[in-house]
């Protein structure tokens, strides 16, 4: 565990940020899988309370940081760009840009299959992350870590998130080309009870179109209704330039292999 925490000092002079309780940032850490292994280390907690508290903290912080930003916003323009700033995948990439995934302790099966580059893993450190940090610093040293990457992040994604979500916008496309209704159905479960994956599929006719996934069946869907939009040839206005292209043509390809082995 020392040899841990002595690796910290440098995400610790990366980040900018010094924690008091050095136990409790070792612990934003520790996957669930190493414990399993870990018999020397039976002291150690895993981080799951942590990513519980850091995904909280930090729907609020972003709530509030929008609330201040957009006074002019209705709410479901504001709750759309909240989605597209905590989702999974952006969770993901501010984890690899701090590289979170290097300080890890993870179980030898979870290391060989990948799992330090893993999307859901990563995000789940960054949350674990968050929740150590406003344990040990408080919401003002949280907000001050949060807040530049935030509004940079904004700036990226703000001209898609606000225009029509990706789940109406499919709605009225799909019924007046078509004429027909998309349905919806969940595909896959995953993870603990208070961090549920959910993985929805939307398929026109009997034909799929798009999959998605997301903490909430609803989340799941606009991020299906997206794939399919893209792959029907409607994307969103501003989505070229948004970064969500590559997010996508990625799993649309997974999409494809899916529809090959069915």
């Not at 508290?53 to 709750?79: H, K």
């Not at 939307?202 to 999959?211: D, E, L, N, Q, Y």
Request: with cysteine; hydrophobic share 35%.
């Amino acid at each position: 565990m020392e040899r841990g925490l002595n690796r910290l000092n440098e995400l610790e002079a990366t980040v900018g940020v010094c924690f008091t309780d050095r136990a409790l940032l070792q612990r934003a850490f520790v996957h669930r899988s190493y414990l399993h292994e870990a018999d020397e280390d039976r002291e150690l907690q895993d981080n799951q309370r942590l990513e519980f508290l850091g995904d909280a903290v930090l729907g609020f912080v972003v709530s509030e940081l929008l609330f201040r930003r957009y006074p002019e916003r209705r709410e479901g323009e504001l709750t759309n760009l909240r989605s597209a700033l905590v989702k999974r995948e952006t969770l993901s990439r501010f984890a690899k840009e701090l590289g979170l995934g290097d300080y890890l302790l993870l179980g030898r099966g979870e290391e060989e299959s990948g799992g330090r580059e893993r999307h859901t893993t990563l995000c789940d450190t960054y949350e674990a992350y968050i929740g150590a940090l406003y344990l040990d610093q408080g919401l003002d040293a949280l907000r001050e870590f949060l807040e530049p990457r935030l509004v940079e992040e904004i700036g990226r994604v703000a001209q898609h998130a606000l225009t029509k979500d990706p789940k109406s916008r499919l709605q009225e496309w799909v019924q007046a080309t078509m004429g027909q209704t998309p349905r919806y159905r969940t595909v896959n479960t995953e993870g603990p009870d208070h961090a549920r994956l959910f993985t929805r599929q939307v398929t026109i006719g009997k034909r799929p179109v798009g999959v998605g996934q997301g903490q909430s069946k609803q989340e799941a869907e606009q991020a299906a209704a997206a794939m399919a939009l893209f792959r029907l040839g409607q994307t969103m206005p501003g989505y070229e330039d948004s970064g969500l292209a590559e997010e996508y043509e990625l799993a649309s390809a997974e999409m494809q292999e899916m529809e090959g082995d069915g």
